[in-house]
């Protein structure tokens, strides 16, 4: 781990071949920030913070050793940017390599571009926020839960015209990050599409992504608009990004080179303005060293990586997302009911492989088979205990992460519940065919729940 000093946030350092990356965490200490303005740095390994001088000054940001601001990043130029804090608080680009933008807009070199409070400023890959500091501000090692901080850190980089990689286990909540972030956006009035790279053999992947002529291939019947083409002037989010095959990478790499997608069977391309979101539970760089993710690919999607803890991490925002799922369930099954002080500690002490999709389809399903208006541990179905008592079937809180197999077995359950346990349609959403579907449920045990 490497952390600088007066950051908020810290990041490990790897490198994949000459290239620098990092991941940004969000577990660190911070240096009081009451009483003033400040300017707040983050990037792919790590973040800084610098107090705003006084009206009138200036200062230059950078990656030479003089500037006030040094942010020693691959994408920052020696020195810059200006910024000087008049009425209002300017940035002027000093003929940088990469770039400066303002909330999204070029910063043409010479030129004193406005911003204020709250406004994203790219630097290179670096995105540079002011904050108006007040001395009623919480710091960020106060009470505030990590999932808090995580948003207050995708809001940050939404306003931003970055790619977004979110990494994670299955079922932490990032396509609910990954809508967040085209919310927070400027893009929040165009289109959000989502595709499963996992889930589609890979030319129907690719006749979705990229769209199709009529004639192209067997059965289309008629010509398809793309994914890529519906998202124009929004955002795509690939999810599980990490399973598209090394083809479809490879195509996909052109559309963001040009910003222009072909159909299949096309003759002329057309163009796509989109901002990519991806999202994996893998390791990228270690599937780019390993040749099954295309490094230059990777590098154009690693705008910024964040990564999503597990729940597990997470164990003081377990009551909050069980109220809040409760509630939900009673909506959509029309019963009243609570959670007594038993079941609330069998759903803290267990250690949630599935993390909050598995917790949403416990309380769910524990609603739905209730025998009575509270709901006590006993009355609790965890995925592996259907008609066991929940008490005798939670895992301590200590224990480690899932045995081999079982975070196999927990995303089979899952895709299951999400599909009313219809196996033809729980194969799709898993990327797999139903006879290998059958294997598995062979394999790990797994009947049909009984009502």
Same mark, same amino acid.
């Given at each position: ?32 920030? @009451? ?23 200036? +200062?230059? #940001? ?20 200006? #910024? ?25 070199? =010479?030129?004193?571009?406005? &911003? ?12 540079? #926020? ?15 839960? #990590? ?11 939404? @306003? ?52 199709? /002529? ?51 069977? %096309? ?23 390993? =040749?099954? +993710?295309?490094?230059?690919? +990777? ?25 809040? +799922? ?16 038993? %079941?609330?500690?069998?759903? /803290? ?62 995303? &089979? ?39």
């Amino acid at each position: 781990m490497r952390t600088r000093r007066g950051s908020i946030i810290t990041g490990a350092l790897t490198r994949t071949g000459d290239e620098p990356t990092a991941t940004v965490s969000l577990y660190s200490g911070t240096p009081s920030r @009451r009483g003033g303005a400040y300017f707040e740095a983050l990037w792919g390994g790590g973040s800084a913070v610098l107090p705003a001088p006084a009206p009138g000054g200036d +200062f230059v #940001v950078g990656r030479g050793e003089t500037c006030a601001f040094r942010i020693d990043h691959k994408s920052v130029s020696r020195r810059h940017a200006r #910024v000087r804090m008049g009425d209002p608080v300017t940035i002027e680009d000093l003929g940088s390599h990469n770039g400066t933008r303002v909330d999204g807009a070029i910063v043409a070199p =010479g030129t004193p571009t406005p &911003i204020g409070a709250g406004s994203t400023i790219e630097v290179g890959s670096v995105v540079i #926020v002011l904050r108006a500091a007040s001395p009623a501000e919480p710091r960020l090692d106060e009470d505030t839960s #990590v999932m808090s901080r995580l948003e207050q850190l995708v809001d940050t980089v939404a @306003r931003s015209s970055l790619a977004v990689v979110l990494l994670g286990e299955t079922g932490v909540g990032k396509t609910r990050l990954a809508e967040r972030v085209h919310k927070e956006s400027r893009r929040a009035e165009g289109a959000f599409v989502q595709i499963n790279c996992a889930a589609l053999p890979e030319g129907l992947l690719e006749s979705e992504l990229f769209g199709h /002529e009529r004639g192209a291939f067997t059965g289309a019947a008629a010509a398809k608009r793309g994914l890529l083409q519906e998202a124009h002037g929004g955002t795509i989010f690939l999810d599980e990004i990490g399973e598209m095959p090394l083809t479809t990478q490879s195509k996909l790499l052109r559309v963001i080179e040009s910003g222009e997608v072909r159909r299949i069977g %096309a003759t002329r391309p057309s163009s796509v303005d989109v901002r990519y979101v991806s999202a994996t539970n893998r390791a990228l760089r270690v599937a780019v060293d390993a =040749g099954q +993710f295309r490094a230059d690919l +990777f590098f154009r999607l690693d705008g910024i990586s964040i990564t999503v803890p597990p729940l597990r991490e997470r164990k003081g925002e377990i009551r909050q997302l069980s109220a809040q +799922f409760l509630e939900e369930a009673m909506r959509e099954l029309g019963k009243n009911a609570s959670l007594g002080p038993d %079941a609330m500690e069998a759903l /803290e002490r267990h250690p949630w492989p599935g993390n909050v999709r598995e917790l949403r389809n416990v309380v769910h399903r524990s609603l739905l088979l209730a025998p009575g208006p509270v709901l006590r541990a006993r009355d609790l179905h965890f995925a592996e205990s259907f008609g066991k008592s929940a008490a005798g079937a939670s895992v301590p809180a200590t224990a480690a992460r899932p045995i081999e197999g079982e975070e196999e077995r927990e995303r &089979i359950l899952v895709a299951l519940d999400a599909c009313a346990w219809n196996q033809t349609r729980a194969a799709k959403r898993l990327g797999i065919s139903r006879r290998t579907l059958v294997d598995r449920l062979g394999k790990y045990r797994i009947q049909r729940p009984r009502s």
